[in-house]
DNA sequence: TGCTGCTCAGTTTTT
DNA sequence: CTGAGCAGCA
């Protein structure tokens, strides 16, 4: 597709006025959005008034690796009316345009402050929680969960609205304005704050406000559907002068309402965006008929509101997709392994070209056991996240804590580590002092030698502790030594290396842990190179920047050139596409999961089925030319085997487009003892039949 | 202070 | 059945 069809062309000739783009999957959305950059830009808007958000990294990036390649090609090409080029450009994620606006706008306030991460906060929370004695009667992340749902909404502690007899709402009530109290204390922000904190220093300040509107007279959003309340907020103010925004979503691949996305958003941007323009963008170019059949009839079930799309194809190819019924799922793993070999070996297909898709992560160990049988070398999308791992954060704690002498969550997570006589009792007392004489908890370590009741090896450590802290900062405030090199100091400076050998259990993983450290190092050592720094008014604000950004942009060196096959959740698959898509576990419990069928007290929001749908329409969707969807009649649920019903999502699938296939298990293959009750269980149901 | 053994829960997750 | 997180002990 090298010209753009009609509605494409419609969307990315649209100049002024709000404009919804409704892109059904693999209708090239993305095209669009970098066309439509292209095109302001030939019409002669300068790069630094156009803003294009997105919700993740990737995304940006991506983004505008794509515009940079047409108006580099273009640019070359044709070189007349004057500097034209992507420099300028604002594309990035609604964090870090926050993250933008707010250093920019605190900055001149002179306040200097650190980005929680989600586990930061929730160790704040967890403190809020001891302190009124509900510490483990308590899911702190759900009263994170809850906190997080009214920032977004704009509701003030005060304003908090318990739902009468809700428990987690009531210690909510209580928990929210001591959470609030201690970021500020802190100097930190969370996630939300990068987003609210800018919808409300706009509505209050008129002024400043203006000063935004004015710089950016074009807005792009990319996935539209995903976004909540905030952002909404957020976007309205920014468009409300010139009223030039263009969404681009789709509301049926809407499948993070969980985590406080409002489809709404998308369902009515022309009630808050009036004289929009719509597009549909309906034809798809990435699957064969057959899946987009498949993909249609599951789609056209969905009982709530939505855009009406249907997505055509002139694509043919297989007439029929797959549904593979097995026993258990290691013999769905099993199977799903060997046809993957087969499509290698016989077919000739590239391992980066073939996905397996599930509901939930624990799904992915049987298959990645049975792919490492068959040889077959993959990558797990999501899991464990490299930030989130302790060796990398204790080091980043380290750091943060010598910018910022106010972060207690950073101070509380190093204070002992490496292990330096201060221990918990310790800290509990000194965090005593702190709050009886109005310190800092950092402030009651640099003092430690007026208090009385703290033991000499805590006072020593304390001691210690002060020493490399002001050792870090004056190699990096002082000495201007970068932060990679000042990491490679303080890691060895705290022995981290000795630490994680002793402390590991084995030396592989002690290893690996130590090779999640030097990663660490080589993204400093990246940015470095990529950042032309020299831009801050000073050290301190450099690093401090420098935190913030990788707090926000984590990534890892970007393994996504090896030729693996792809294993990822449904959640993790969105955006992406794979000539061959095996979704696996289509069961009534898996997918639809069986916690949206029955709501935990703990859960923010009423889990929706229909999203569960969507979830799956997303998997279909991901496929080009093979789409396998595959279940168990049997599987282990907590210990016990359990019999499976089929998804009911299947059985909206019209017949004419499946093959079923059903396997058995292979013989050879010892059987555990859960697999032994699964078969029991299934001949008992045979039995039966 | 650190380890072992017990209990409990068990989706999705980016920023 | 597993893994995480905490309590109780050495």
Redesign the pocket.
């Known amino acids: 597709m090298s010209t753009l069809n009609p509605a494409q062309k419609k969307a990315v000739e649209h100049q002024n006025g709000p404009l919804l783009v409704l892109a059904g999957a693999g209708s090239g959305k993305t095209r669009v959005i970098t066309q439509r950059i292209a095109r302001l830009l030939e019409r002669g808007v300068p790069p630094s008034a156009i803003v294009a958000l997105t919700?993740?990294?990737?995304a940006a990036g991506e983004m505008a690796e794509r515009v940079h390649g047409i108006l580099g090609a273009k640019g070359s090409a044709k070189r007349k009316g004057g500097p034209r080029g992507s420099a300028g450009l604002t594309i990035c994620?609604f964090?870090?345009f926050g993250l933008g606006v707010l250093t920019r706008e605190r900055k001149q306030a002179g306040s200097a402050f650190t980005i929680f991460?989600?586990g930061d906060c929730l160790g704040v929370v967890k403190e809020a929680l001891r302190s009124i004695d509900a510490g483990?009667k308590f899911d702190a992340s759900a009263v994170l969960a809850r906190i997080s749902n009214a920032k977004n909404a704009f509701t003030k502690p005060s304003e908090f609205a318990v739902r009468e007899g809700d428990l987690y709402d009531e210690i909510t009530k209580e928990v929210f304005p001591k959470y609030e109290s201690a970021l500020r204390t802190f100097s930190a922000v969370d996630?939300d704050d990068l987003v609210c904190e800018v919808a409300r220093i706009w509505t209050d300040r008129a002024d400043v406000l203006a000063r935004w509107q004015d710089r950016y007279r074009y807005i792009l959003v990319d996935e539209y559907q995903d976004t909540n309340r905030a952002q909404l907020t957020l976007l309205r103010l920014l468009a409300e002068a010139h009223k030039n925004i263009c969404v681009v979503g789709d509301d049926d691949q809407a499948?993070y309402g969980?985590?406080g996305a409002d489809v709404r958003n998308i369902l009515e941007f022309e009630d808050h965006f009036p004289g929009a323009d719509v597009v549909k963008l309906e034809d798809n170019y990435r699957s064969c008929k057959a899946i987009i059949d498949v993909a249609n009839a599951v789609i056209a079930k969905r009982l709530d509101s939505r855009h009406q799309k249907v997505l055509r194809t002139s694509r043919e190819g297989e007439e029929k997709i797959t549904v593979l019924v097995a026993p258990t799922p290691d013999i769905e793993a099993e199977h799903v392994a060997q046809q993957i070999r087969r499509r290698i070996k016989d077919d000739h297909v590239r391992p980066r070209n073939i996905a397996v898709l599930y509901?939930?992560?624990?799904q992915a160990k049987v298959i990645e056991e049975a792919l490492r049988s068959e040889g077959i070398g993959y990558r797990l999308v999501?899991g464990q996240?490299f930030f989130e791992r302790k060796e990398v954060k204790d080091l980043l704690a380290y750091l943060k804590l010598a910018m910022n002498r106010h972060d207690e969550i950073s101070l509380r997570r190093i204070v002992?580590y490496p292990?330096r006589?201060?221990?918990?009792?310790?800290v509990e007392r000194l965090a005593l002092h702190a709050l009886a004489k109005g310190w800092t908890m950092w402030q009651a370590i640099e003092r430690v030698d007026a208090l009385d009741d703290v033991s000499g090896?805590?006072r020593e450590g304390c001691r210690e502790l002060e020493k490399i802290v002001g050792e870090l900062r004056k190699k990096i405030l002082i000495d201007g030594t970068q932060a990679s090199i000042a990491a490679r100091w303080l890691a060895d400076r705290i022995g981290l290396k000795t630490e994680l050998d002793a402390?590991s259990g084995s030396p592989q993983i002690a290893a690996k842990r130590w090779a999640n450290v030097e990663a660490l190092f080589q993204t400093f050592s990246r940015r470095e190179a990529r950042e032309i720094s020299g831009q801050e008014a000073n050290r301190e604000s450099a690093l401090e920047t420098f935190l913030n950004a990788l707090t926000?942009?984590f990534s890892e060196n970007e393994e996504e050139a090896k030729d693996l096959v792809t294993l990822s959740?449904l959640?993790?698959a969105k955006g992406l596409e794979f000539e061959i898509v095996y979704l696996i576990g289509c069961e009534e419990g898996l997918l639809p999961?069986s916690?949206?069928l029955d709501t935990?007290t703990?859960?923010v929001a009423p889990?929706d089925l229909e999203e569960e749908r969507r979830l799956f329409y997303v998997g279909v969707t991901r496929a080009k030319d093979r789409l396998t969807l595959s279940r168990c009649k049997a599987r282990?649920v907590?210990?016990k085997a359990v019999l499976r019903t089929p998804s009911r999502f299947l059985s909206d699938i019209p017949e004419e487009r499946v093959t079923e296939v059903e396997v058995t298990g292979a013989p050879q293959m010892a059987p555990g003892?859960?697999a032994a009750s699964a078969n029991a269980l299934l001949a008992a149901l045979d039995a039966l039949e």
């Open positions: 919700f993740t990294n990737k994620t964090h870090s991460d989600q483990k996630f499948i969980w985590r509901r939930s992560n624990g999501g996240q002992n292990a006589g201060v221990g918990e009792a310790s090896s805590a402390n926000l942009d959740t959640h993790g999961h916690r949206t935990k703990t859960d889990q282990g907590r210990g003892e859960l």
